[in-house]
């Protein structure tokens, strides 16, 4: 599989093999199929891992640490996250030093090639804050003043390689502080035909993940690319059972006309989502597949490339409003 330039870090191949379907959150699955599923990324050229505690509680890490016995393969690489919140400034360096040993635990390994702060970082006084549930934000103040110099302190100490954000907070915070030292080595953006982060937007307005990857681009941060078919609303059908108003759900309504024009082409439209999501500026697309199949489907994607430039105008217009 192709490789291309990461930032600062490692050459990254097109691919990489995301958690959320490993961990089981994305439609039924069983654990020795992600197992096989993990053998089947890596033998196809697939090098980077991305996973989480979260992601099943554990399963995605264990479903690796299983796939590799501790011992993963020379030239592949593991990520994880944590999603701070937003602890008394003090207890930072703590909150990540567990999260970072569970994973290690869990994987059977003794560090991390790149570990994410995974929550929405937001402006100090911003309204969401007044959302019922706050829990998954982070002050763009803790930021700056203990979460940048905690990831900094991990570096050092040897637990992890290089650090990172996931870039579904506030796309203005987020723009900033890719503009600041120390810089994340990589910022994950979510890349789809929607720009919709689905259940992850916690904010008012527009998401501007085009404009993330570019100041990224400009400061030299690796970008990966995440939930191209949006957790099943750019799929022929969601596959688990969501109420009415979930955003997921308003996203697959929203892109009615895309699966029509899919059928219009005879093609399956996960993989127009993917092969979508493939021509936007990014380094690398994080997959949320869940079994082999799934995984075939998107390899046979990257292998197909980018979509053609009038199929994108057409896709764009099938979801414009």
């Avoid at 691919?15 to 069983?30: A, D, E, N, R, V």
């Avoid at 998401?207 to 995440?226: D, E, H």
């Avoid at 699966?259 to 697309?285: F, K, M, N, S």
Wanted: net charge negative; aromatic share 6%.
């Amino acid at each position: 599989m192709q490789k291309h330039a990461f930032g600062s870090l490692f050459p990254v191949t097109t691919l990489t093999l995301g958690g959320g379907g490993l961990g089981m959150l994305w439609g039924q699955t069983t654990f020795d199929e992600c197992v096989a599923a993990v053998h089947d990324a890596v033998k196809a050229g697939i090098n980077l891992l991305d996973l989480a505690p979260r992601y099943g509680d554990g399963k995605a890490e264990q479903v690796v640490g299983e796939a590799f016995g501790g011992r993963v393969p020379e030239g592949v690489y593991i990520t994880s996250k944590c999603n701070l919140g937003n602890p008394p400034a003090d207890q930072v360096l703590s909150i990540f030093r567990q999260s970072i040993e569970t994973s290690l635990r869990l994987l059977r390994r003794d560090r991390l090639d790149i570990f994410f702060l995974h929550s929405n970082i937001a402006p100090d006084g911003h309204v969401m804050w007044n959302a019922p549930d706050v829990s998954r934000l982070t002050p763009l103040s803790l930021y700056r003043s203990h979460v940048r110099d905690a990831m900094e302190a991990l570096k050092q100490e040897g637990l992890i390689a290089a650090w990172g954000v996931t870039g579904i907070g506030h796309p203005d915070a987020i723009i900033e502080i890719l503009q600041e030292g120390p810089k994340p080595a990589a910022v994950q953006c979510i890349a789809n035909l929607l720009d919709s982060p689905g259940g992850l937007k916690f904010y008012p307005g527009p998401t501007k993940p085009r404009a993330v990857m570019a100041m990224a681009r400009a400061n030299g941060v690796g970008i990966m690319g995440i939930r191209a078919v949006q957790a099943g609303a750019l799929t022929a059908a969601i596959d688990r059972d969501l109420p009415a108003d979930h955003p997921e759900v308003l996203d697959y309504h929203k892109a009615a006309g895309f699966r029509a024009l899919c059928a219009e082409i005879g093609e399956d439209p996960a993989i127009v989502a993917h092969r979508y999501a493939l021509g936007l500026d990014i380094d690398t697309l994080v997959l949320g597949v869940k079994n082999r199949a799934e995984l075939a489907g998107c390899i046979a994607a990257a292998a197909a490339g980018p979509l053609p430039a009038d199929v994108v105008a057409r896709i764009d217009a099938s979801v414009a409003g």
